[in-house]
């Protein structure tokens, strides 16, 4: 069955370090997302992508983050400085809405960011 | 805003018993989508029910099934015949009519007791 796959599964970075976090959506899938999920809190969403844009984004997602799809393949979340506080579990989904607007999210495993 | 409200952290049950989830949610949307994703260990969330809004019978599963009361704006999961691989934690999602985005609770943790 087709999956979302992240890499890494878990990243280490100091603090006002780059990280780039990957994703591999499903293959016919055309709207992307990236999620967080701070330690005990809720999973938040922070970007949604569509056909090359950002079609929505969160309060959350401000100037220190970006997100590509630098081939026809890989989705990519940056964090330009990492600040402690970015320390989260990272979901990258992916959905189709050819098959309904309003079909659940296919989500990876995750990616744990810890910021030293 | 819309918000999602998962108010047990834990839960446990007994193998081949029934649990209830509990989730409520606040919306001022009349048409929307709720979903129970099941997250194991280590590995990725996956759909286990979804309910649209405007549906009035409650969405079954085989096992889950889910207790759907738009008035009240609570969608419990019911997990009938526990099995251990049922154990995971278990987010109550909701998504709207427009827009792209899930919102999310935080979650319930299931053990499953042998």
């Known amino acids: 069955e087709p999956e979302v796959t992240q890499t890494p599964s878990h990243q280490v970075t100091q603090m006002g370090q780059e990280v780039i976090l990957r994703c591999v959506p499903i293959?016919?899938?055309?709207?992307f997302y990236w999620y967080r999920q701070i330690l005990g809190q809720k999973v938040e969403f922070l970007v949604s992508f569509y056909n090359n844009e950002i079609s929505e984004k969160s309060e959350i997602f401000d100037d220190q983050f970006s997100v590509e799809r630098p081939d026809g393949s890989n989705f990519t979340l940056k964090i330009r400085s990492t600040k402690l506080e970015d320390s989260a579990m990272y979901f990258c989904?992916?959905?189709?809405?050819?098959?309904?607007?309003?079909?659940?999210?296919?989500f990876g495993q995750g990616t744990r960011l810890t910021v030293v | 805003a819309q918000t999602v409200t998962q108010s047990q952290p834990e839960m446990s049950v007994q193998e081949a018993e029934t649990v209830t989830l509990s989730c409520t949610y606040d919306t001022s949307e009349s048409d929307y989508y709720l979903f129970w994703y099941k997250q194991p260990p280590s590995r990725q969330m996956i759909l286990v029910i979804r309910q649209e809004a405007y549906k009035q019978q409650n969405a079954t599963e085989n096992r889950f099934s889910v207790n759907f009361q738009k008035a009240a704006k609570s969608f419990s999961l019911k997990i009938s015949d526990s099995q251990l691989g049922d154990a995971a934690m278990y987010f109550c999602?909701?998504?709207?009519?427009?827009?792209?985005?899930?919102?999310f609770g935080t979650g319930t943790s299931l053990t499953v007791i042998p």
């Open positions: 999602a909701y998504k709207g009519n427009t827009g792209n985005q899930f919102y």
């Open positions: 989904a992916s959905s189709d809405p050819l098959v309904d607007m309003n079909t659940e999210a296919f």
């Open positions: 293959s016919n899938h055309l709207y």
